[in-house]
T-cell receptor
C-alpha cells in the first residue's frame, strides 16, 4: 500500500533539536492530517490541511509546525523536540471530508526524544 | 466538543469466542462512524464505516457494527474471533459540521489466545 508513505520509520533525537517527519501521498487527496498516538490517549490530531497552503490546528498543536506547499507533501516539524513528544506519529489523507469518506493512514514514524 | 469512549481498554478472548467492542459518542447530530484496526507494528486500516442507510454495517474479515442512534453507540461485533484478530481497535466519529476532524476513541486492545 504505497499510496501514503512516511519517513523515517524510526527516529531518535535529542532534546532541543529540530526534527522533521515527512509524509507523501500519491493520490492527490485534498485533505491531510497528522496524528500522534500515545498509550491511553488513542490518536490525537496535531494539524490538518484542507489543500495546499491551507493548514489548521488540531487538538495538540503546541511545539509543532506544518507546511503544505504541494498537495502531495505534508511535513511535520518539531521546532525544539521535548521528551513529551516521544510518540508514534501517523499521517493520513482523505479525498473528501464529506460523508462516508474515511482516512488512509501511513505506516507511522516512531519518534524517541532523549 | 465531540468525544468518543470505548468501554474496554483490553479484552482477552479465546479463539472462536464471540466479540463485542463498545463505542459511544457524544454528539447528537448527524454523524459518520468508523472502526479502524491496527495490527501490531502496522498502521491503521479501515474495518467498516457507517454514514447512512442500514444501521447494521458489514466490514472486512467478518466484522460488523450496529449503529443505534438512540444509544449514541456503534458497537463492533464478530461471531467467532481468530488469533489473527489480535490488534488494537479504534472507533472514530466525524460529524457533518466538523467532518475534517476525526475524533478517535482511546482504543481497545484485543488479545486472542490460540
Amino acid at each position: 500500500d504505497a499510496g501514503i508513505t512516511q519517513s523515517p520509520r524510526y527516529k531518535i533525537t535529542e532534546t532541543g533539536r529540530q526534527v522533521t517527519l515527512m509524509c507523501h501521498q500519491t493520490w492527490s487527496h485534498s485533505y491531510m492530517f497528522w496524528y500522534r498516538q500515545d498509550l491511553g490517549h488513542g490518536l490525537r490530531l496535531i494539524y490538518y490541511s484542507a489543500a495546499a497552503d491551507i493548514t489548521d490546528k488540531g487538538e495538540v498543536p503546541d511545539g509543532y509546525v506544518v507546511s503544505r506547499s504541494k498537495t502531495e507533501n505534508f511535513p511535520l516539524t518539531l521546532e525544539s523536540a521535548t521528551r513529551s513528544q516521544t510518540s508514534v506519529y501517523f499521517c493520513a489523507s482523505s479525498e473528501s471530508v464529506n460523508r462516508g469518506y474515511g482516512y488512509t493512514f501511513g505506516s507511522g514514524t516512531r519518534l524517541t526524544v532523549v | 466538543a465531540q468525544s468518543v469512549s470505548q468501554h474496554n481498554h483490553h479484552v482477552i478472548l479465546s479463539e472462536a469466542a464471540s466479540l463485542e467492542l463498545g463505542c459511544n459518542y457524544s454528539y447528537g447530530g448527524t454523524v459518520n462512524l468508523f472502526w479502524y484496526v491496527q495490527y501490531p507494528g502496522q498502521h491503521l486500516q479501515l474495518l467498516l464505516k457507517y454514514f447512512s442507510g442500514d444501521p447494521l454495517v458489514k466490514g472486512i474479515k467478518g466484522f460488523e457494527a450496529e449503529f443505534i442512534k438512540s444509544k449514541f453507540s456503534f458497537n463492533l461485533r464478530k461471531p467467532s474471533v481468530q488469533w489473527s484478530d489480535t490488534a488494537e481497535y479504534f472507533c472514530a466519529v466525524t460529524d457533518d459540521n466538523y467532518g475534517q476532524n476525526f475524533v478517535f476513541g482511546p482504543g481497545t486492545r484485543l488479545s486472542v489466545l490460540p
